[in-house]
């Protein structure tokens, strides 16, 4: 089930923090490095298969890994980013000029298969949410603001900001939520050998992303209400975009409002056996 979604904070996973070690050392530059590495390998193993589409095809010749690791790997650039990003700026600002020419072209590259993966045929619509990942973090960590710069040049921004979002949020909604169940079947099969309370603070991380995600995407459809005559064509052909998939997010949170309790109690009867070892001891 995971394999087939979208990958989202992939590194904040928590197959990484268990399953590889190294990970546990890594500093949040190697993390961002790591995630764009891992999201490319996943756009462009996807991506491959729509060999003669246009907009593939125009992105792909465009893109090279080296520049946007060369951002990566410069401290300095990397927190002017950061920096420019939380103060949210909307205009391009000069310090930023030279890095938003090097990437505007990837970035309208995409933009445009973000835009043919909207109504194109379903083969390329499966891409949309990894195209959407890419453009979220080349505005977030390379060029911030660059991908409302974009939308703006083509018009009805606002809108396209509406179909990115309805497409990003429930993305990762759906992949934070598989990875949390997957997580908690293997823990079940295998019987890993994590304390209840670690385990029981893993699935809180998971319930807490998805509430917080789940508010966003409310925002978003608030929005969405002043601007569904616009998008109601689309909506109709993307139903699944229409509204929050309420049925299966209350099952999820119940399904996770379970677990935790499970781990809570296993977490407190392991608390009275050591306690009571100790008083055995003494």
Same mark, same amino acid.
């Given at each position: 089930?995971?394999? =087939?979604?979208?990958?989202?904070?992939?590194?904040? !996973?928590?197959?990484? &923090?268990?399953?590889?070690?190294? @990970? !546990? +050392?890594?500093?949040?530059?190697?993390?961002?490095?790591?995630?764009?590495?891992?999201?490319?390998?996943?756009?462009?193993?996807?991506?491959?298969?729509?060999?003669?589409?246009?907009?593939?095809?125009?992105?792909?010749?465009?893109?090279?890994? &080296?520049?946007?690791?060369?951002?990566?790997?410069?401290?300095?650039?990397? &927190?002017? @980013?950061?920096?420019?990003? +939380?103060?949210? &700026?909307?205009? +391009?600002?000069?310090?930023?000029?030279?890095?938003?020419?090097?990437?505007?072209?990837?970035?309208?590259?995409?933009?445009?298969?973000?835009? /043919?993966?909207?109504?194109?045929?379903?083969?390329?619509?499966?891409?949309?949410?990894?195209?959407?990942?890419?453009?979220?973090?080349?505005?977030?960590?390379?060029?911030?603001?660059?991908?409302?710069?974009?939308?703006?040049?083509?018009?009805?921004?606002?809108?396209?900001?509406?179909?990115?979002?309805?497409?990003?949020?429930?993305?990762?909604?759906?992949?934070?939520? /598989?990875?949390?169940?997957?997580?908690?079947?293997?823990?079940?099969?295998?019987?890993?050998?994590?304390?209840?309370?670690?385990?029981?603070?893993?699935?809180? @991380?998971? =319930?807490?992303?998805?509430?917080?995600?789940?508010?966003?995407?409310?925002? +978003?459809? @608030? =929005?969405?209400?002043?601007?569904?005559?616009?998008?109601?064509?689309?909506?109709?052909?993307?139903?699944?975009?229409?509204?929050?998939?309420?049925?299966?997010?209350?099952?999820?949170?119940?399904?996770?409002?379970?677990?935790?309790?499970?781990? /809570?109690?296993?977490?407190?009867?392991?608390?009275?056996?050591?306690?009571? /070892?100790?008083?055995?001891?003494?």
């Amino acid at each position: 089930m995971v394999k =087939q979604l979208t990958p989202s904070f992939i590194t904040d !996973q928590c197959f990484w &923090k268990f399953g590889f070690s190294f @990970s !546990q +050392v890594l500093d949040e530059k190697d993390k961002v490095r790591m995630n764009f590495e891992l999201l490319i390998a996943h756009l462009f193993l996807n991506g491959n298969r729509l060999r003669g589409f246009q907009e593939w095809d125009s992105f792909e010749k465009s893109f090279g890994r &080296k520049k946007y690791l060369d951002h990566l790997k410069n401290p300095d650039r990397l &927190k002017l @980013s950061t920096s420019l990003q +939380v103060e949210g &700026k909307e205009e +391009v600002p000069p310090s930023l000029i030279g890095t938003d020419q090097e990437f505007s072209g990837d970035v309208n590259n995409l933009v445009k298969l973000f835009l /043919a993966t909207l109504n194109g045929p379903k083969k390329t619509r499966a891409l949309s949410g990894l195209v959407c990942e890419l453009l979220d973090f080349i505005n977030i960590n390379i060029s911030p603001g660059i991908l409302d710069r974009s939308f703006k040049k083509l018009g009805s921004s606002k809108n396209l900001r509406l179909q990115f979002d309805l497409i990003l949020i429930p993305t990762r909604i759906n992949y934070s939520m /598989a990875v949390a169940m997957e997580f908690h079947d293997i823990a079940e099969r295998n019987g890993l050998s994590l304390a209840p309370k670690v385990m029981e603070s893993i699935f809180i @991380s998971y =319930q807490d992303r998805v509430i917080s995600l789940n508010k966003e995407l409310i925002k +978003v459809y @608030s =929005q969405l209400k002043n601007r569904y005559g616009s998008l109601s064509s689309w909506l109709k052909q993307n139903p699944e975009y229409s509204k929050i998939n309420e049925k299966s997010l209350n099952q999820w949170l119940k399904a996770m409002t379970i677990i935790i309790e499970e781990c /809570a109690t296993e977490a407190k009867e392991l608390d009275r056996r050591i306690q009571a /070892a100790h008083g055995i001891a003494h």
